[in-house]
């Protein structure tokens, strides 16, 4: 079976000109479907990676292989679809909520899965929200959902998904969570999962990518990554991440 | 009219030097430059013109329409800077705008094809069509900046780049477009405009004159059109990386 994704001495600029890196020589395989979590501080460049993997933005230093093929010979919108991304600020494109998830069918030309987009919705709770309703009147949390229907009515091979249950209510956020690990274990859709959530990495990611230093510092089990933070930033930053989660505690293990 | 009156005519360039002084706005250099810059430029096209009709040469009318397309193309470039290739992009845009609006008026028999209708008709269309370019890359770039999410939504969905910005792209040109059609809903009460205005001074009789002026406005609304169409068409993809990312 082929590896889902390669990613060879991969770099980015902070500036294009300038000699600092946002992150540089970064490598990685995905050798088979999986729900990777990528965790760091703010500012290391997780974003920035899942918007070159979506193609949204070029790298300053090396490429990114799917199926075998570097990214420069894919036809850029043919990369798009099977490695599709989803931003953080969900933006509704004009028209209705029928007419944001009728866009991948009316772009490729292909029949629109009604059942499957009411099926998702159902998951998503959003069964309440109507499909003739204008797309902009929909609350931040309906549009975050929305745009991720938009997006799995594509059927992508590898989800990009940059912090889509931050702006999710608790129930909204468990519901969006379960939908992915589900989607992932019945399809094979691989997910890269940018999340500031600790408890949301740790109960759905299988792997954990962590970013500090400009470098992939971990790349590991996600029991592994909890239980022993391989390097002193990952020891930190789970050590701050859980002080901010739980400001009262005095003092704060591993979970 | 003689050389004597328009010496006196510079009393109102005076006028101007004097409020600049008075106020202390400063602006004595930019008055004195666009002053001397418009009467030398004014003068060497008259007699530029003076030899072209004389010489009734088709070379040297399509030479002429050369100049004013390309002058008008730096004009619109210097709009969009960024944008690279966009000068010929605009320069071709420019150039069939004026070929089929001109084509159009001659061959329908509505102007004699002589110097003394093709190059004044050819820079009014070239310069309003110039004015539509200018709009559209305006309206483009601040399209494309704040329509960004859209745009990159649309990638997202594996949409070519026609299709990510064809919402914005129809906006522009519309945009672009409409204050021609503006002008024609009030041309003649607002503002009297300056072919006729000149036709009528030279001793033309003022039916004759906005006979050509409806003619003129007329073709103003094709070259409007097939200007904004065609610079859109030719230019969108120059917001665009060649690996179709949106330029940062």
Known sequence: MSTVMEIESLGKKVFASADSWLFRDLNATISEPAIIGILGKSGQGKSTLLRILGRLLAPDHGTVRMEQKAMEQWPSALWRMKMSYVAQQATMLPGTVEDNLRTASMLHQRPFDQQLARALFEQLHLEQVEWTKPAQQLSGGEKQRVALVRTLLLRPAVLLLDEVTASLDTRSKLATEQLLVDLHKQTGTTILWVTHDLEEAKNNCERIWFMADHQLQADMPSHAFFQAPPTEQARDFLQTSLAQAHPGAKEVHPI | ?248
């Open chain 2, 1 to 248: 009219m003689t050389y004597t009156s328009i010496w006196i005519a510079f009393a109102f360039v005076l006028i101007a030097l004097l409020l600049s002084l008075w106020q202390r706005l400063g602006l004595e250099k930019e008055i004195a430059v666009g002053t001397i810059r418009s009467t030398l430029q004014l003068l060497a096209i008259g007699y530029v013109l003076h030899f072209v009709f004389h010489s009734d040469s088709i070379l040297f009318i399509l030479l002429l329409i050369a100049m004013m397309i390309a002058v008008a193309s730096w004009n619109a470039a210097s709009k969009a800077k960024k944008l690279r290739g966009i000068f010929g992009r605009i320069a071709l845009s420019l150039a069939l705008t004026e070929l089929v609006t001109m084509g159009l008026l001659v061959t329908l028999g509505l102007v004699s094809p002589t110097p003394q209708y093709l190059i004044p008709m050819s820079g009014m269309i070239i310069g309003s069509s110039m004015i539509v370019c200018s709009l559209f890359l305006s309206h483009m770039n601040r399209e494309v900046e704040t329509s960004r999410g859209e745009i990159e939504a649309l990638l997202c969905l594996g949409a070519t780049t026609r299709q990510a910005v064809q919402i914005v792209l129809k906006r522009a040109v519309k945009a672009s477009m409409i204050p021609t059609f503006d002008t024609m809903k009030t041309i003649g009460l607002v503002q009297l405009p300056g072919m006729m205005t000149g036709m009528i001074i030279a001793g033309a009789s003022p039916i004759e004159a906005v006979r050509y002026q409806i003619l003129i406005m007329l073709s103003f609304s094709s070259s409007a059109a097939v200007s904004a169409v065609l610079i859109s068409m030719l230019s969108y993809r120059l917001w665009f990386t060649r690996d179709s990312m949106l330029h940062s």
